[in-house]
């Protein structure tokens, strides 16, 4: 998955893990595994004084999803601390053994990293994908609540103003490539020989990707294709310099790319305690589509805004805050 293979900042606000204290119908259904009951149905609005905790992952996408979760559940009566942030899989190790109550995490990373669930062959419809892992992760006593429709995955993109001309979908681009050999696209290099890369692509949409012109770069190819050194270009789904610099991601029509949506993560003790969590949480995650995480995102990294100001903003223009 995406955030695996970056090399991302480690932060712990902590000084030791020391313990505290999308959508879709998937959220609401769960069945029972050998260690309890079923994870609860999200029900009531209001946290009543309880004190609960959230962790994430050290880059700005984490930090929003964490920081609108703080935000709203302490508008809701809720006492949140967010005070640990640190990498896969040492965030999942911190939720587990009840270090922190909860955290957002990517349904991909959690099936297919070898620290988490390990899985192959995982589904590629981001439903499918969310409903294995909750299921999946019940029997470890999480609860995967609050799906949200972003996908963080990989992705080709080129010039929005090209759309017209390149086509919308992965589909209409393979059509265009058959007439245009040559097409220059800026990729890394381990795309020529991943799966869901350059063999995929052949696989799933056709020979006409194996005409195009392949230029490796040593970066995701945002700059690249802004500046035409190429057509279109390899980046990860939900990444800032896409709304920088004013891209678009072909839609992956026949779901090529792995899943990588998230949800709220939620030991399963907390959240049969405080099933407003869920609740609380699920209509603000449907809102958060790949286009809007990418324009906060961008806020933070590009504009330097701060993240609760991005946070707290985005929340209040929707309605979750006063």
């Known amino acids: 998955m995406k955030r695996i293979g970056m090399a991302i900042l480690l932060t712990v606000w902590s000084a030791a893990l020391a313990a505290c204290g999308g959508g879709n119908s998937a959220s609401s259904s769960s069945s029972s595994s050998a260690g309890g009951a079923a994870c609860p149905a ?14 994430s992952k050290g880059f700005a996408e984490e930090q929003l999803l964490a920081t609108m979760t703080q935000l709203v559940l302490q508008a809701h009566g809720f006492n949140v601390t967010y005070n640990l942030q640190a990498k896969d899989t040492a965030i999942g190790d911190a939720l587990v053994k009840g270090q922190i109550d909860m955290l957002w995490q990517y349904t991909g990373t959690e099936l297919t990293d070898p620290g988490y669930l390990n899985l192959t062959n995982i589904p590629t419809d981001l439903n499918a994908a969310f409903q294995l892992v909750q299921q999946k992760d019940q029997a470890r006593g999480l609860c995967w609540t609050s799906p949200a429709p972003m996908d963080d995955t990989n992705g080709l993109a080129i010039k929005a103003s090209d759309k017209a001309t390149l086509g919308s979908t992965l589909s209409d681009f393979a059509t265009y490539l058959s007439s245009h050999p040559n097409t220059k696209i800026c990729i890394l290099s381990e795309f020529r020989t991943r799966p869901d890369g350059l063999p995929g692509l052949k696989a799933k949409y056709g ?37 920088a610099q004013n891209l678009y991601v072909l839609q992956d029509d026949k779901q090529l790319f792995p899943p990588d949506n998230v949800g709220l993560v939620v030991r ?55």
């Open 42 to 55: 999200g029900s009531g609005s209001s946290g009543n004084g309880a004190s609960v905790s959230i962790g």
């Open 207 to 243: 020979a006409a990707y194996g005409s195009a012109d392949y230029v490796d770069v040593g970066n995701t190819a945002e700059k690249n294709i802004a500046n035409g050194d190429c057509q279109a270009g390899e980046v990860f789904t939900t990444d800032s310099p896409i709304a």
């Open 268 to 322: 399963q003790s907390v959240l049969q305690k405080y099933p407003a969590i869920a609740a609380l949480m699920a209509p603000v995650a449907a809102k958060i589509t790949s286009a809007v995480i990418t324009g906060l995102n961008k806020q933070v990294e590009i504009d330097n805004m701060k993240v609760t100001d991005v946070a707290r903003a985005w929340l209040t223009q929707n309605g979750f805050l006063s």
